[in-house]
């Protein structure tokens, strides 16, 4: 894997957004998202989405102009209709609307149907708490997760985010109800590499380890029958509340060519929060089991990737690095 200068996939990923007719206040949040992603080590939600993004607004699957449209129907209860925009354009106009109105109301949500993609939900987490709010984020997705018992795919890997001020910088964690998400799957396949034993089933409802066969099969549930659950109550949850499409009806996010038809929701809360800081860094200080260096709090480990990239190089799987290179008409980027 190449390691690659900030600045330079900053270049990169503009050009290629910028050809493609992405006005330049949404193309910066779409990168900072796709970089955010690859920089905390999750390659399943970074760069190798962007041909795809490119792929689906030269279909007309994909509007980069639209902020989507707002309805207000209570005075905390935000519903948007996406108008096909690009995932991150529409979830942070959501979130903007969300962050000035919890201001008043203490607590506003938003669900959001017709919109694309919204990538690492940890990303609008990590922001918001930052600016001293919190946020949960639930998405979801097409049908990639059997349930507890099946062989076949049937519901999504609906993740969930949740980030919050803590009173010493910001706490988020970030997870999908699945074991894994099918990008990581995709990232497998992408670089011929086999996935774990129990991580999925093939097309015939077997258990694998081929990653190409693993896309055309079913993902497991984290936890067995645990996050089976959580995975379904999130998927009705946000369905319903969105007006979306649910189950095997979800299509878009794997492909350039759908409509996406996914759900996305985000609650936003304005509160004066007790510090928990010092709990956190009493979990910090607990001596570590055997096999553990040290007792990290989620989102660390991203957080610490993430400044030792900006520093130190990117590192992206040369098929990607390679593809991106020659979607942005530079060649000569790959060495």
């Known amino acids: 894997m190449p390691s690659i200068d900030y600045s330079k996939a900053v270049i990169v990923v503009d050009r290629i957004l910028a050809q493609a007719g992405v006005p330049d206040a949404h193309a910066v949040l779409q990168r900072d998202l796709l970089l955010d992603a690859e920089m905390r080590g999750i390659a399943s939600h970074g760069l190798l989405r962007l041909p795809r993004i490119v792929e689906r607004i030269a279909n007309g699957v994909a509007d980069p102009t639209t902020r989507g449209h707002h309805d207000w129907r209570a005075p905390g209860f935000l519903h948007v209709d996406g108008q096909r925009g690009l995932g991150p354009v529409v979830a942070q106009a959501a979130i903007d609307a969300l962050l000035e109105r919890a201001s008043t109301q203490g607590v506003a949500l938003a669900s959001i149907a017709n919109s694309n993609h919204i990538g690492m939900l940890g990303f609008y987490a990590d922001r918001v708490a930052e600016a001293g709010r ?3 984020a639930f998405s ?6 059997h349930p507890w018992g099946g062989r076949r795919a049937m519901i999504g890997t609906n993740p969930i985010a949740i980030g919050l001020p803590t009173g010493n910088g910001p706490f988020m964690m970030d997870t999908a109800t699945s074991i894994v998400s099918m990008g990581e799957v995709h990232d497998h396949a992408n670089r011929g590499a ?3 034993l129990g991580w999925a089933l093939d097309g015939e409802g077997n258990p694998t380890t081929d990653a190409a066969a693993a896309r055309d099969g079913a993902i497991a549930p984290f936890g067995n029958a645990k996050g089976y659950a959580l995975g379904l109550a999130f998927e009705l949850l946000v369905t319903s509340l969105a007006g ?3 189950g095997r009806e979800v299509k878009g996010t794997l ?3 759908e409509v996406a038809s996914k759900a996305d929701l985000f609650i936003v809360i304005d509160q004066n929060l007790a510090p928990v800081a010092g709990f956190l860094d009493l979990l910090r200080a607990e001596a570590p089991a055997e096999g553990f260096s040290e007792v990290r709090i989620p989102g660390e480990r ?3 990737l993430r400044q030792r990239a900006i520093k130190e190089g990117i590192k992206v799987a040369d098929v990607t690095w390679s593809r991106l290179c020659e979607l942005a008409g530079e060649p000569a980027l790959t060495n």
């Open 140 to 145: 979801t997705s097409e049908a990639l997760v």
């Open 255 to 257: 492909d350039s060519t």
């Open 194 to 196: 086999p996935i774990p």
């Open 134 to 136: 919190c946020l949960i």
């Open 302 to 304: 991203g957080r610490d």
């Open 244 to 246: 979306a499409a649910i």
